[in-house]
């Protein structure tokens, strides 16, 4: 019996059927989505790390948390310091 490969986006859109499944999911991608962010505008700067948490008054693991979605809390208060410690602007909308 051969087996029918599923790709990934097949997948996804079979499980986004699912209600429970598809708030897990959006949920998650939004957090994903700022921790990209995040790191790439960091990246962007050549700003480590460490640099950054000194920037904001923490320490360089809640950066690392954050960045890699450890940290599943951040108040909108962090996210304007991160922001404002990045040379950028939080902007948030609702769709």
Request: aromatic share 6%; hydrophobic share 35%; glycine share 2%.
């Amino acid at each position: 019996m051969k087996r029918k490969k599923l790709m990934f986006d097949d997948w996804l859109k079979r499980e986004m059927k699912n209600p429970t499944f598809k708030k897990a999911f959006e949920e998650e991608d939004i957090r994903t989505q700022l921790a990209y962010l995040i790191t790439e505008k960091r990246h962007k700067k050549r700003i480590s790390q460490a640099e950054l948490a000194r920037r904001i008054h923490t320490k360089q693991q809640v950066i690392s948390d954050i960045e890699t979605l450890r940290r599943p809390n951040l108040t909108l208060g962090t996210l304007q310091k991160i922001a404002h410690a990045l040379g950028t602007r939080l902007s948030i909308s609702l769709l």
